[in-house]
């Protein structure tokens, strides 16, 4: 998660848990810092998540691979460039279906969609 999004969600962080992350050349990349239990609501869907906080990002959120942990997650594309995603809460089967933004764009619904706590 990017910083600002993490300041403009109010979400605090103990700086003890930071650690460095190795880019995928093997250079070490800026300190991030982990918190853990940040409640997140994707419409009908509750969940817990461990966020890494990193300072500068192309992202404000990435969801990655231990999300699908606890949820099953496909991306769907239509013939007008459009994208969503899929999600399904593997405990309750709920389902939801969100929408993705061009870099730089970013809808209003985001705050009715994605709620931090």
Partial sequence: ?????????????????SIQMQNMNG??????????????????????LQVHIIKKTLY?????????????????NDK??????NITYLNTEMEVILPTYKRGILSRRIDMVLNFH
């Fill in 80 to 85: 007008e460039g459009n994208q969503t995603i």
């Fill in 60 to 76: 404000q959120i990435l969801l990655k691979r231990l999300f699908d942990v606890i949820t099953k997650s496909w991306v769907v």
């Fill in 27 to 48: 250079s070490l990349l800026q300190i991030c810092v982990l918190v853990k239990n940040v409640l997140f609501i994707l419409e009908k869907i509750t969940v817990f």
């Fill in 1 to 17: 998660m990017s910083k600002a999004i993490t300041m403009a969600s109010k979400i605090t962080w103990d700086l003890s848990l």
